[in-house]
C-alpha cells in the first residue's frame, strides 16, 4: 500500500537555527498536505501543495512539491519556541484518503 | 463556529469490554475520517465515510473495530471486546469535501479520545 516517509524522525535545534524535514514516497502523489501536532493537542492543517515544482510560504515556513511529485519539504526559517511539535505530511495518490507520514519531532531549545 | 467534538476525552476501560467513541462533525462537513495514534507515534488511518456512499473501512485492525455515521452527522467508533494494545488516542476529522482526485479538502481534527484498556 501507499507509504510516506518522513525524516527525521526527531529534530533538535537552537532557537534561531533552521529547520527541515522531508517527506518522500516512491509513487507519485496527487497532492500533499503538512500538519502540524503541538504536544497534547490534535494535528492542524497547515498548507496544501499540488502543483509539480510549487513553493508556498507562510512566514518563516518554506514549503516544496518535488518536480515529480513523489517528495516534499517543510523548511523553518529561525526557529522559535512556539515551533516546538510534531510536522506530518499527510499524501494521496487518487483515492479519498490521505496517507499521513510518520512525523518528525521538533525540539527547540532556548 | 465550532470545530469538531469528540466525546469522551478520557476513556478507561478494562480488558475484554466494548467502547463507544463519539465523533461530532462541523456542521456541514461531508467527509468524516477516523484515525488511531498511539503515543509518539503517527496517525494509522482507520475509516472514512462520504455523504451516503458505503464507508472505506480499509484502515480498521480487526473485526472488533467497527463504526456508523447516523445521517450523515455523528459518528460512533465502537471496539469490541477491548484489548491492551487498543490503547491510544482515537481521533475523528472532518472535511468540507472529499476532494477529486487531484486535490484534497483539508481536515479539520477534532481533540481526541484518550482510551485506556487496563
Known amino acids: 500500500g501507499q507509504q510516506v516517509m518522513q525524516i527525521p524522525q526527531y529534530q533538535h535545534v537552537q532557537e534561531g537555527e533552521d529547520f527541515t524535514t522531508y517527506c518522500n514516497s516512491s509513487t507519485t502523489l496527487s497532492n500533499i498536505q503538512w500538519y502540524k501536532q503541538r504536544p497534547g493537542g490534535h494535528p492542524v492543517f497547515l498548507i496544501q501543495l499540488v502543483k509539480s515544482g510549487e513553493v508556498k510560504k507562510q512566514k518563516r515556513l518554506t514549503f516544496q512539491f518535488g518536480e515529480a511529485k513523489k517528495n516534499s519539504s517543510l523548511h523553518i526559517t529561525a526557529t522559535q519556541t512556539t515551533d516546538v511539535g510534531t510536522y506530518f505530511c499527510?499524501?494521496?495518490?487518487?483515492?479519498?484518503?490521505?496517507?499521513f507520514g510518520t512525523g518528525t519531532r521538533l525540539t527547540v531549545i532556548p | 463556529g465550532a470545530g469538531v467534538s469528540q466525546s469522551p476525552s478520557n476513556k478507561v476501560t478494562e480488558k475484554g469490554k466494548d467502547v463507544e467513541l463519539r465523533c461530532d462533525p462541523i456542521s456541514g462537513h461531508t467527509a468524516l475520517y477516523w484515525y488511531r495514534q498511539s503515543l509518539g507515534q503517527g496517525l494509522e488511518f482507520l475509516i472514512y465515510?462520504?455523504?451516503?456512499?458505503?464507508?472505506?473501512k480499509s484502515g480498521l485492525p480487526s473485526d472488533r473495530f467497527s463504526a456508523e455515521r447516523t445521517g450523515g452527522s455523528v459518528s460512533t467508533l465502537t471496539i469490541q471486546r477491548t484489548q491492551q494494545e487498543d490503547s491510544a488516542v482515537y481521533l475523528c476529522?472532518?472535511?468540507?469535501?472529499?476532494?477529486?482526485?487531484?486535490?484534497?479538502?483539508?481536515?479539520?481534527f477534532g481533540p481526541g479520545t484518550r482510551l485506556t484498556v487496563t
Open positions: 476529522a472532518s472535511s468540507s469535501m472529499p476532494g477529486t482526485s487531484r486535490t484534497s479538502y483539508e481536515q479539520y
Open positions: 465515510f462520504q455523504g451516503n456512499s458505503a464507508p472505506d
Open positions: 499527510a499524501a494521496k495518490t487518487g483515492a479519498n484518503n490521505l496517507f
